[in-house]
């Protein structure tokens, strides 16, 4: 058993990304990895949705393979602490 320790994540509307990728450049956006199950599940807005995904999907706890990328506007997320052993080291 891990201990538990705090890590930084990500809430967008009712969903927590365990990582995004910080904009680069003023013209571009937050993004992060999303899998069509969790795009259906969380009924995420197909205008946030660019196809190319790769890597795994940073939804809290899921396990896939990313489908898609997310896009996240100035203002979609909320930086939050979580507590736990994800098995993050």
């Given at each position: 058993?891990?201990s538990?320790?705090?890590?930084?994540?990500?809430?967008?509307?009712?969903?927590?990304?365990?990582?995004?990728?910080?904009?680069?450049?003023?013209?571009?956006?937050?993004?992060?990895?999303?899998?069509?199950?969790?795009?259906?599940?969380?009924?995420?807005?197909?205008?946030?949705?660019?196809?190319g995904?790769?890597?795994?999907?940073?939804?809290?706890?899921?396990?896939?393979?990313?489908?898609?990328?997310?896009?996240?506007?100035?203002?979609?997320?909320?930086?939050?602490?979580?507590?736990?052993?994800?098995?993050?080291?």
């Open positions: 058993m891990g538990e320790k705090t890590f930084t994540m990500y809430k967008y509307k009712d969903v927590i990304f365990e990582d995004i990728e910080r904009k680069s450049e003023p013209e571009y956006c937050d993004w992060s990895g999303i899998c069509q199950k969790c795009v259906d599940l969380h009924k995420i807005d197909s205008i946030k949705i660019a196809d995904g790769s890597g795994h999907c940073m939804v809290l706890d899921c396990k896939n393979e990313a489908d898609y990328y997310i896009d996240f506007d100035d203002g979609d997320l909320t930086e939050i602490s979580v507590t736990g052993d994800y098995g993050i080291e």
